[in-house]
């Protein structure tokens, strides 16, 4: 496996670019660096253009890559990358970055796509007393659901803002964790979504007594 | 539809709409000379424009000056200037008069996406990236412009995380014909996103500003979140590695959290992992914010961890707490609650 810095931008031929919901997709092309889960890559269309960072969706042992992205209508490029097809060209960096969700017990919390680093956790083996949280607003939000459904059970809470579901909750994750009277102080928790979701969430698991040292946050930007 | 605004364009920007107008290329420095160089607010007083030129920039453009909406006075001569940036958003700029000098503040984002611990714009998450107009306008807007002596980029939002809209306002500002000031009377802030940072170090000669709040990886993870991507080690590689010249100036900037950073082991790490980078840091007392699980260290903490730095031979300051009953205080910039709930995906 290759060396290299972690910033400069190699090409990659995709293997595939699926959509698994609406506006939401999954790149992957061959991996050839090992990683860390949790660890994000840097994705351009062009080696000379801005790259934008995604967290790796798939496990160390997995021989692709995984991205997990969903389309920014506004974006310069998540529409034309959800238009990418097997054999086009991405730039990516190597790995970087330490969000490592390893510790047992642990709480994981994400929402929306934000689900990318736990399923690397998830699919590298992490999987010792975990409780995964996760927020979106419909019920095809709850990207790799079968991933966790059947393994975690009960410790898989899936929040969903706009509709309802059978064992969904309905509401908005923040919602649910306000309403637990007892959130457990012993134990790490793992934040990852946008800034407004990571904010709200550290200040209400701060309210309920988790100390900010057990608070691991990654914001995807 | 609103116009777009020809306040921000830079003189390679204004030649291309010249040349796409058909107008001789030597419009755009003329244009370029009204919006920036004086004191007019209307494309029709661009007197030394033809009167076809005029014509073709008022059917496509505006001028683009924004007034601000509020201004609050501080006890201390601070004044924080509201201005809106588009449909319910909202951003401030800090004026803080001082008896040598006088710096603005300006905002580069509504909100932030970086989520630190310590900072109330964090709190209102990111609503939109500014334009090199909308940052510049925070200069241009306010009755002190031709007081002003120095600009930091430390208002609302992470000025790297808006690499190209700062890049361009900068341009302006620097530019024979902008407002031509010297790179070094302006300073740019971030917490360290690596990859503008290396732009912003290779293509301005603006000075440098890094948030460090903590010497130690995991002690940052817990304060900012920026630390699980781009990692403190790796920022001070690249500045270390860098040559800065003479005059260019690098500096920390490091928030006093009342047991959590301000021990005599910070001090000794900070020395070590600033040996090498000629640089200052700027310490600064915590505005507490609501909710938050920090504290401000005590002057006495302060103190010391200053005389202890300047011992260990790094150049330490700290900075004067301007503004904070009208919470223009670092780390008190907040619209939160102007700001329209945005859609949430949780």
Partial sequence: MEERNPLSLKEYKVIANDAIAPGVFVLRYRRDFTFIPGQVVAVALHPAHQPRMYSIASGMQDEEVWLLYNIRPEGELTPPLSELIAGHSIFASAPSGSFYGKAAPAVWIAAGTGIAPFVSMWRSGIRRDKLLIHGGRFLHSFYFEDTFKGALRENYIRCCSNESGDGVFHGRLTTWLQQQPNLPTDRKYYLCGSAEMVVETRDILIEKQISYDNIVAEIYF | ?346
């Fill in chain 2, 1 to 346: 539809m609103a116009k777009e605004a020809l306040f921000g364009k830079t003189l390679g920007e204004l030649q291309k709409i010249v040349a796409g107008f058909g107008l001789p290329a030597y419009t755009a420095r003329q244009i370029a000379g009204w919006l920036y160089q004086k004191d007019i607010t209307t494309i029709d007083e661009m007197s030394n424009l033809s009167k076809n030129a005029r014509l073709l920039l008022n059917e496509h453009y505006e001028f683009g000056l924004t007034p601000f909406t509020k201004v609050q006075t501080s006890t201390d001569g601070t004044r924080k200037y509201l201005f809106a940036a588009g449909d319910m958003k909202f951003i401030e700029a800090a004026y803080i008069p001082e008896e040598e000098r006088s710096t603005l503040c300006v905002s580069s984002q509504v909100g932030c996406k970086m989520g630190c611990l310590f900072c109330m714009t964090g709190k209102q998450g990111f609503q939109t990236n500014l334009t090199a107009g909308q940052i510049i306008n925070q200069v241009r807007s306010i009755p002190e412009t031709a007081k002003l002596t120095n600009i930091v980029y430390m208002g609302m939002g992470e000025p790297l995380d808006n690499i190209d809209e700062v890049m361009k306002s900068l341009e302006i500002m620097t530019a024979d014909w902008g407002y031509g000031w010297s790179p070094k009377r302006i300073t740019v802030s971030t917490i360290g996103i690596i990859p503008a940072m290396r732009l912003f170090l290779a293509q301005s000669q603006c000075h440098l500003a890094v948030s460090m709040h903590t010497p130690f990886e995991e002690e940052r993870q817990r304060l900012m979140p920026i630390e699980n991507v781009y990692k403190l080690s790796e920022v001070l590689d690249i500045i270390r590695n860098f040559d800065l010249g003479r005059q260019r100036r690098v500096s920390f900037e490091y928030i006093m959290f009342k047991g959590i950073n301000d021990t005599p082991r910070h001090v000794k790490e900070l020395a070590r992992i600033l040996n090498g980078i000629r640089c200052r840091i700027n310490l600064i007392r915590f505005h507490p914010i609501p909710g938050t699980p920090l504290e401000s260290s005590t002057d006495e903490v302060i103190e010391q961890f200053m005389i202890d730095l300047n011992e260990k031979g790094i150049r330490t300051t700290l900075r004067a707490s301007r503004g904070q009953d009208i919470f223009a205080a670092c780390g008190l910039l907040s619209t939160k609650e102007l700001v329209k709930r945005q859609q949430e995906d949780y």
